[in-house]
């Protein structure tokens, strides 16, 4: 296997027996590229913008560089696709016991898509982060100020607790000062409860003890401070990804210290509550590896997983080979009765 310096998008179509299947573009980039990195961050700012902080080129090489990816688009009508479109991929999906294809014929329209990206090294001023790789980076908008927040990593010697705080409009950064803060901590979940509040649960600290514990930053209130939620998660993980329904955090997968399969797990952060229940460990006799993955909010029933997979000493390396649709519904409903 081989470090991949492309930028693809995915394009998700819907069918008419509802289900999904994807279409994958390579684009083509100009520009000054971040180059031979890893474990980097990558926000969504807006339909045209990107940002990538961070990662490293070798273990005694972590970054603190900020890019910002600018996306070009071209409209096409659905007979004739960008040109370098892969086919259309069905999706394998998972409730916690079924898979399920795509078939019918898909609803589609003229769209926009992106066609081309340039990537352009950006300095920001103020106090900026440590050169840093397994962090979070997340993005917000607070009194009408688009913001990334990054807190935690680490780098060959150390381990971040620091928050940062990046000004978009004025390439700024200002740095959170808050006791008690979260221990720290790297390979956590960060993800956005509301419009305002940023939630960190998880991850490995200074020591590699395995953490399950759940943080709040509220930027809606005047001083920022963190709240320590008098819940945890159901087990305590590294490497998972979580995301916010309502007061429902969604956590799929991670490395976990209890033997099983990958887990799902979901904690009402306002009820105090928690659930879990066990995820598929393979699809058409393929092993899931739900670790290192991303993940996004499809809708609210479900939850598109991308890559994941590692290195294991006794038996090689394995990537998760496709995209996975997780069904969610079940373990919210679990949580709610």
């Known amino acids: 296997h081989s470090r991949l310096t492309s930028i693809k998008t995915l394009q998700t179509h819907q069918s008419q027996d509802n289900g999904l299947s994807l279409t994958c573009t390579t684009l083509p980039s100009s520009g000054s590229a971040s180059g031979n990195q890893m474990h980097q961050s990558c926000v969504l700012l807006d339909k045209d913008r990107v940002l990538v902080f961070g990662g490293r080129s070798s273990p005694v090489r972590p970054s603190n560089r900020t890019y910002i990816v600018h996306v070009k688009y071209d409209s096409v009508s659905p007979s004739s696709g960008p040109a370098d479109s892969a086919a259309r991929q069905p999706l394998a999906t998972s409730a916690s016991a079924s898979e399920a294809g795509c078939s019918g014929e ?9 066609v081309s990206c340039v990537w352009e090294e950006v300095q920001g001023g103020g106090e900026a982060p440590h050169p840093r790789w397994r962090h979070s980076a997340t993005s917000l908008r607070c009194r009408g100020a688009l913001l990334v927040v990054v807190f935690g990593g680490r780098s060959a010697d150390q381990v971040f607790d620091s928050c940062h705080v990046l000004h978009v409009d004025s390439l700024r950064w200002s740095k959170v000062m808050s006791e008690p803060c979260p221990v720290a901590r790297h390979s956590h979940s960060a993800c956005l409860w509301g419009d ?7 991850g490995l600290s200074t020591t590699e003890r395995c953490l399950d514990d759940i943080w709040v930053l509220d930027f809606s209130q005047p001083q920022l401070k963190w709240r ?4 945890k998660l159901p087990t305590p993980c590294y490497s998972h990804q979580s995301f916010m329904i309502g007061d429902s955090m969604v956590v799929v997968g991670g490395v976990t210290v209890c033997a099983g399969p990958p887990l799902v797990m979901a904690v009402d952060l306002n009820r105090l509550t928690t659930t879990l229940c066990p995820c598929l460990v393979s699809v058409n006799s393929t092993p899931i590896l739900l670790h290192s993955h991303t993940m996004h909010r499809h809708d609210d029933d479900h939850a598109l997983i991308l890559g994941g997979g590692g290195n294991c000493f006794s038996f090689g390396t394995h990537f998760n080979a496709s995209p996975l649709l997780l069904n969610i519904r079940p373990l919210l409903r679990k949580l709610l009765n």
């Open 106 to 114: 898909e609803r589609c329209h003229d769209r926009a898509v992106p």
């Open 196 to 202: 305002h509040s940023l939630v960190i649960s998880g």
């Open 228 to 231: 320590l939620l008098p819940v």
